[in-house]
């Protein structure tokens, strides 16, 4: 049974830096796609940002040169360091993941077959 947990949210000053970490149980973060996603009230879920079994990643124009994807293969775990955060950042994040030999992840939550329960971000001036 796969398992990811997200933590390492929280309320931050607009500018700050916050680390999201997801861990895996049941799945192994190299053996796929992970990604984070998030949604802010009243929008739909959107990709932040992908890494591939390979360890390529991929980010979402709005956060590219701010946020870093990672993960841990000893620990079997995923990371997000968030950094020069801004207001629009403020969302509930989601760790995702699925099987693949592809090298390569999609932008769409429908291609995620597995999800965390989310974590809360919260950007204030």
């Known amino acids: 049974q796969v398992q990811l947990v997200e933590s390492g949210g929280g309320s931050v000053q607009a500018g700050g830096s916050l680390r999201l970490s997801c861990a895996s149980s049941?799945?192994?973060?190299?053996?796929?796609?992970m990604g984070w996603f998030r949604q802010a009230p009243g929008k739909e879920r959107e990709v932040v940002a992908r890494?591939?079994?390979?360890?390529?990643?991929s980010y979402a124009d709005s956060v590219k040169g701010r946020f870093t994807i990672s993960r841990d293969n000893a620990k079997n775990t995923l990371y997000l360091q968030m950094n020069s955060l801004k207001l629009e950042d403020t969302a509930m994040y989601y760790c995702?993941?699925?099987?693949?030999?592809?090298?390569?992840?999609?932008?769409?939550?429908?291609?995620?077959?597995?999800w965390g329960q989310g974590t809360q971000v919260t950007v204030s001036s």
């Open positions: 049941g799945f192994t973060v190299s053996s796929g796609c």
């Open positions: 995702a993941a699925r099987y693949t030999r592809l090298d390569y992840c999609g932008v769409t939550r429908s291609e995620y077959n597995y």
């Open positions: 890494i591939t079994r390979g360890g390529t990643t």
